[in-house]
């Protein structure tokens, strides 16, 4: 057996160790012990990472991504780039993704992410751990249909399935599923790249179909959603995950706490959105970042961290901390770190990851700073280790 001992300020998913330490089986890839620096045996001859001023905590997970292997912010040039090329520079990406802290992705919708998340698991790439969507859901001539190019090709190349009324909507899951989809991603509505007016896309019937056939097989299913008949229809369906969720009203945000819906506002789109002469997608962005917000807090909606980066750049893979920042901002640092570890890992499903804890997978970064005090801290140039079920990369030391 080859033993790690990680010494610092330590998070563990959820409470704080000023001074701590975490011992990892190298050989498992599992944590066997997390506790006060001190009060926790160290295993003879094993590696020590102690490192001043440091702190450890579970591996990032960003819920929210996109391998497009795109250069430009543009659905043309997602669409109509190349596979192949889509996989290379993705590769990259996911090499950048875990050295920059994050063990752990969501991919909502490409086609390359299964792909890619099977090179990984079988330790041909580098890359964080991926849950792939494989290709997402749309409604003909909607988000994801490309209308200036012939139906066909449309939807040849596009990185979603296009399905109209609950039968071929059910058809589309099936094949998510023999894709090797780990989750269903379904396009609600529009979205504010479509015109003035957000509309919903699937009716109600619709996504119920998408739901129950996702779940039937223990699928989750994450709804895209813009607009307040978008967010009413999909909570009522039983979708796992809002992403964006621009338009929550009390009933909606207080629907979304009973249920235990996870709320992926994806700031860092809006933050960092160009200028817009657009009255209707200005109100709808400030509304996000202001009373969505709000009620988000006050209803205790399951906060996730979820960038929605697409590898282009000006959304580099490997910057994806932005998120966790921009969170901290209108939650705290404590809940940003929270819904990047903990509570993204429960989004995910993934049951053994997430935290600190005996028996969990040797998922941990090692950051310059604390974190728990400046969430800058997660920026790629302070990450000093990223342990990646038990495998250690050494990125700024």
Known sequence: MSYLVLKGSIFTGA????????????????????????EVDEPDGAKVIEI??????????????????SKKYNMSEWVTTPETLIALRSVADARSLLRAGFTAVRDLG???????????????????RIVSAAKSLSQTGGDDDLTILPLHISQELSYSYYCDGPWECRKAVRKVVRDGGDLVKVYASGSMSQG???????????????????????????????GEEALTNSVKAGVDSIEHGIGLTPDIAKEMERRGVFYIPTLSAYLAMA???NEEHLRLVKKHLTEDMELAKQFHVKVVVGS???GCDTEPHGENYREIVNVAKYFGNEEALVATTSRAAECLGLENSGWLKEGYAAD??????????????????????????????????
């Open 15 to 38: 409470d704080f160790i000023e001074v701590g330490c975490v011992v990892v089986d190298q050989s498992t890839g599992s944590i066997v012990k997390v506790g006060e620096k001190g």
């Open 52 to 69: 001043r001023d440091s702190s450890v905590l579970p591996g990032l997970t960003d819920a929210h991504i996109h391998f497009f292997g």
């Open 110 to 128: 490409s086609k390359a992410g299964t792909h890619l998340r099977q090179a990984v698991e079988e330790g041909k790439i580098e890359g964080p």
């Open 196 to 226: 003035t007016k957000v509309r919903r896309q699937f009716t109600l019937e619709e996504l119920q179909a998408i739901v129950d056939e996702a779940h039937s097989v223990g699928l989750k299913v994450a709804a895209h959603a813009y």
């Open 275 to 277: 200028p817009t002469t």
């Open 308 to 310: 929605d980066f697409v």
């Open 364 to 397: 941990l970064v090692v950051a310059r700073g604390n974190p728990m005090k400046d969430t800058q801290n997660l920026s790629p140039n302070n990450i000093l280790y990223v342990v990646r079920h038990g495998h250690v990369y050494s990125i700024n030391v």
